[in-house]
């Protein structure tokens, strides 16, 4: 695999890298600029020496005045830290401000002396024999009319200017050291900005991988980029998620939990109750009159289970219908649909003298799957004969909003107590559970209606008093975006 160095270290190292090759180049190519143009300083310099000399001395070189040319050049060689050499036409030393020109030999093969010589000006860079270093030398022609008379010649050693760019480039040197040492300490601030966030969400990835949900960026402090913030943003974004996601999960699972658990005690209590009787009918025992009893009660309890399992046949189809999609909503008149429960409950109301009412416009149209709508009203007018008294009234009455159908079943019976209202469409959720019983109630028929409510995009609520009555409403919305 391709060895990865981390970020910091990239960023640090980059930066360095970039710096040190500036700063090198910047200082290499000022020592060369500088040098070059303290050659061409010089040169200028000596050149001027020399061409005041020559305008002076034109005379005495044309007379040969040797001892005045000697001091002339003593003076000025001193004044200007120069080397002065006066040369005659043929080479001649004539005088010379570093050394006596007696012991000097014939400057005709040096190279300024000659190019001097032929077009009036020439200069050098070369080793001197004579002071044993390394000298610039300018040298001009001294002529008059028709005449040459000599040369001249100012030279300065190439070390001084060496030792000048030298210096400068020390102190260039120093200069660089001084920036780097400061990049080096801002790369370093500036990469730490860049990689400690990086670091910072790599440990919380691990940490959400490792079960800790919750673990966040804190993106108010976060430093770096803007890439990086919406990066830390996602990640947020996603960790809540993952976090929601898994809280349903466990939320669903309790509830699959609980609904086991409670099916099995449902189912219990009359399987018991079957089993004993029978057990107690084989022992032989038993008056006729007994036997009988023990039957019917055998008989009603069969009936709880059977209703019990129908109910919860009932809910999971309607829950497969939910995740499915599989329903075929049709529009449908709402009138006979709600006779037709109303139909199936008139027996059962006739037994308790209780009057059912229903006021629905016959031209009031809905989207819905009929069956489970009339499953849904059966429910509800079912509770309502069951925990009302005698010689009641049940309404069921449908009022036409404008983007809805409002269904209300509403009683004059025993009523919810309010503690027990914000749980009343849980499966298995009974306020008196000995009535329930004794009516046949499964505990599941609310939690039917709220289900088969929320498969037609609607809602299921309920309002109760004490002794005065309970109204569940439906409220179903008219029409539909596709899809939905
Ligand atoms: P059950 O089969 O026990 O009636 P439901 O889910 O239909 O179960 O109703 C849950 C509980 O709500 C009932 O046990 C009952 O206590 C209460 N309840 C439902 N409808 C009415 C009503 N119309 N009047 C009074 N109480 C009701």
């Known amino acids: 695999m391709k060895k990865r160095r981390p970020l910091f270290w990239q960023l640090y190292f980059n930066y360095l890298f970039l710096t040190v090759i500036v700063l090198g180049t910047m200082t290499t190519l000022t020592y060369f600029g500088l040098q070059r143009f303290h050659l061409e300083q010089t040169k200028k310099k000596l050149l001027s020496y020399a061409s005041i000399s020559e305008s002076q001395l034109k005379n005495k070189f044309l007379r040969r005045e040797k001892n005045f040319l000697q001091d002339h050049a003593s003076l000025l060689g001193q004044s200007t830290h120069t080397r002065m050499t006066y040369l005659s036409a043929t080479g001649d030393v004539l005088a010379d401000s570093k050394r006596s020109p007696s012991e ?123 890439e990086l913030f919406h990066l830390a943003r996602s990640f947020n974004n996603m960790a809540d998620e993952l976090e929601a996601r898994i809280d349903r999960m ?36 038993v008056s006729e009159e007994e036997q009988k009893k023990f039957y019917q009660i055998i008989s009603r309890q069969t009936h709880r289970l059977t209703a019990i399992v129908n109910d919860l046949l009932m809910l999971s189809k309607i829950e497969k219908k939910q995740e499915d999609k599989s329903i075929t909503f049709t529009q449908t008149p709402l009138a006979p649909v709600l006779n037709s429960a109303i139909e199936v409950l008139k027996p059962k109301a006739k037994k308790s003298e209780i009057e059912i009412q229903l006021h629905c416009d016959e031209s009031i149209q809905l989207l819905m799957e009929p069956q489970l709508l009339e499953q849904a009203i059966v429910n509800l007018v079912d509770n309502a004969i069951k925990y009302s008294e005698s010689h009641s009234q049940i309404k069921v009455t449908v009022t036409s909003q404008e983007n809805s159908i409002r269904i209300d079943v509403s009683d004059e019976g025993v009523g919810i107590p309010e503690e027990h209202l914000p749980r009343i469409f849980e499966r298995f959720y009974r306020v008196d559970k000995a009535r329930s019983r004794k009516v046949g109630g499964t505990g599941l028929g609310l939690s039917i209606v709220k289900h088969i409510a929320i498969l037609h995009k609607g809602t299921a609520s309920i309002r109760s008093k004490i002794n005065e009555g309970t109204t569940i409403t439906l409220v179903l919305p008219k029409a539909r975006l596709k899809n939905q």
Do not use: C
């Open 104 to 226: 000097m030999d014939s400057h005709k093969n040096r190279p300024e002396w000659q190019s001097a010589l032929k077009t009036g000006y020439g200069e050098a860079v070369r080793f001197s024999k004579t002071l044993g270093q390394t000298l610039i030398y300018v040298a001009v022609r001294v002529s008059g009319p028709g005449k040459i008379y000599g040369v001249i010649r100012a030279a300065q050693p190439l070390e001084s200017i060496r030792a000048t760019s030298m210096n400068i480039f020390i102190q260039l040197g120093i200069a660089s050291l001084v920036v780097l040492i400061l990049v080096s300490t801002f790369s370093i601030i500036l990469s730490r900005k860049f990689s400690n966030p990086l670091r910072d969400l790599r440990l919380r990835v691990f940490n959400l991988t490792h079960g800790d949900l919750s673990s966040r960026m804190d993106l108010e402090n976060i430093s770096g980029p803007k």
């Open 250 to 285: 466990n939320q669903f699972e309790q509830m699959r939990k609980d609904f086991v658990a409670n099916v099995s005690h449902e189912l219990r209590t009359p399987l018991t109750s079957i089993g004993g009787f029978i057990e107690t009918l084989q022992e032989g025992e």
